[in-house]
Every structure is written in structure tokens, then in C-alpha cells.
């Protein structure tokens, strides 16, 4: 049922507050992280060596995004694959190493696969779920539920959001467990994470309007580019994923960092450019390489979009649009920053006249290899 809404993704997004909220309820006390369905598994968490992440599209942006947090807080290596690469190339793990899968279905077969192939090799495994009782959480060691609800539109918005917040949840945790993250900061980070629903809230009423509208003016563009760097990096591919599946447009996320590497050779006048620009307070020297890569691309006649933090102001001459979002901690920016490019690939699908809920060629849980 769409209660009202003119799509499951609309709905969808306009939960994506919930999403967070619900995924750590009941997994704070006091100011801490205390996963209950963790209890009695400590032995998985302190002996790893190194974890490896394996997902596919959304789910895997969400993991790269969540090891970030996972190796700042818990000093462990994480790496993150695609699940259908990782299971044939003979990857080095064995008992020391925890394989964290993510999958919003749980029924993904190239995830699931992945899960199973690093349990024969003696891996142990933990799985981000949100339906409770699917197959994948079931062939894991351990499970950590996702509580985004049911998610229906094919392409994932606040699954996504709700797997960032696990995994955030999972670092804290075993940051804890390993004693690499103190009390006091621990309890820092869960305040922010709890700070994040109300945030996400207030961009939905300030600027969701505003985003469909101006998405309603680029129903013609044929080419868009996200630039991201350190975390909002997978926000960049996550949103050029979304304008690919919602809007059929081509689009391609980039590290900033990367332009001169080669994309910058893409930028030509007129050139639409997402950029996701890392708080100035928080993070003062990234998000001054990234202005920096602003004026190199508009100096080159891109036409900037710039994803900033209100009353960041440095941002200000060099992009043509700016969608603001509320300050958060460094980490904590992607949870914010994904939300106006979820709500802009649906506004240039509905301005397109396309079925957002249904893309062509999709389907929500792909059970085949
Ligand atoms: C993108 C999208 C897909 C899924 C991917 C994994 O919007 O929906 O990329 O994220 O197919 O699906 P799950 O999370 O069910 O394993």
C-alpha cells in the first residue's frame, strides 16, 4: 500500500528518518552500543585479522561507506567486494577473517554465494539483512537485521541508509569489543547517529520541493557526473546508480581526486556535475581540495551542483545550484548527502514519465547468478 504517496519510492524516501531510527532502536544503552543479537559472540569479533564486505550495487556502496567507520573505530582492515568477484579469485581468508555481507533481500544469489563460499574456507560470517528469516542471514554466523521495513519500489533508497547505520552500529560495537574506541567517544558518535533521523527530516521539508523541481528542469540532460571524495565518494556512485536505474540517463560517480586522472576529460560547457562537498568544520582540508576540483571543472564550463552543508559559504561562487544539507560529523555526512540525489533521480524518473517503482529490465532481488 503507498499510503497516499504517488510512488512506493516516494514513500520509501520519505521513511528513509524511520529507516535510521528503527535500526538502532534498542541497540543503544546508556550511551553506548549494545547489539543484543551480538551477546555471547564477542570470540568473532576480538581474534579477526581483517574483514571483508561483500555486497552487490546499493548494498556494496553502503559497505564502502561503512568501512570508513569500521576501520577508524575497531583498527581492523576492511575491505569491501562485489560478492560476484570475490568468490573467483581464490581470495586469502580463513579464520581470522569475518566476511560481513550486506543484502537488503537476503536472498541475492551472488551474495549469498560469497557467503557460503567463505564459510568452506572456515571465514567467519555476519550478515546486514533486512528481511528477517531470508536465506543469506541464514547460512551466517551472526546476524544484524537492518529495520527499514519492507522495502517495495526496485531500487533501494531506505535500505541503503539503514545499512550505513548498521554497519556504523557494527564498528562502534566492535570498536567496543577490541577496545579501540572509548566510552567517551563512543558516546559522541551514538549521539550524532541519533541526531541523523531529524536531519534527513528537515531535508525532506526544506529542500525535497526545490530538488524535484530543478530535476524537473533537466528532464531533458543526457549525461550527469558525481564527484565525491573519502566517504561521500559511494555517496557519488550510489548516485549515479540511482539516475541509471531510475532515469535511464547515463551518469558516472567519480573520486574527486580522480578528475585530473583522466574524467575531467568528460567536462565540457553545459555538462551537468553533482558534488558532494565534505563540511568545512569538520573537515576543513578535504573540502578544500574539493572546491579546488569545483573551479578546475568550471573553469572548464560544468555546470556545478553542489551538495554542501547549510551555510557553508566557500561553495558559494562556484556552483551554479547548491542542496543543502544539515552539518553532521565527517562520517556521518553520507546518511545526509545521499538523501537529495535518492529524491533527484526519482523527480527526473517522474519528469521523464517513467515507472519509478519498476525500471525496465530490473527486479528487486536478483536470485540468479
Ligand atoms: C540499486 C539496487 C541494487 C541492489 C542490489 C543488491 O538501487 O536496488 O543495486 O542494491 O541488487 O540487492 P540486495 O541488497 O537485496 O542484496
Redo the contacts with the bound molecule.
Sequence with gaps: DKGGWSSFMAKEISEEPEAVANTILGRTRDGQVVIPELDGLDDLFAGIQRVIIV??????YAGMVGKYAIEQWARVPVDVELAHEFRYRDPVIGADTLVVS???????MD?LMAVKYARERGARTLSIC?TQGATIPRESDAIVYTHAGPEVA????K??VAQITALYLLGLHVGRVRGTVGATEAAQHVLELESIPDKIRRILSNEQERIEQFAHWMADTRSVLFLGRHVGYPIALEGA??LK?LAYIHAEGFAAGELKHGPIALIEPGQPVFVIVPSPRESAELQKKVVSNIEEIRARGARVIAIAEEGDAAVLPYADEVLHIPLAGPLFEPLLAVVPLHIFAMGLSMAKGLDVDQPRNLA???TVE
Excluded: D, M, P, R
Aim: hydrophobic share 35%; charged share 15%.
Design positions: 555486497a552487490c550495487g546499493t548494498a556494496a550486506i543484502s537488503q533481500s537476503g536472498e541475492t551474495t533486512n526496485v531500487a533501494s533508497t535500505a541503503f546508480l540511482k536505474e528487486k532481488s536478483v
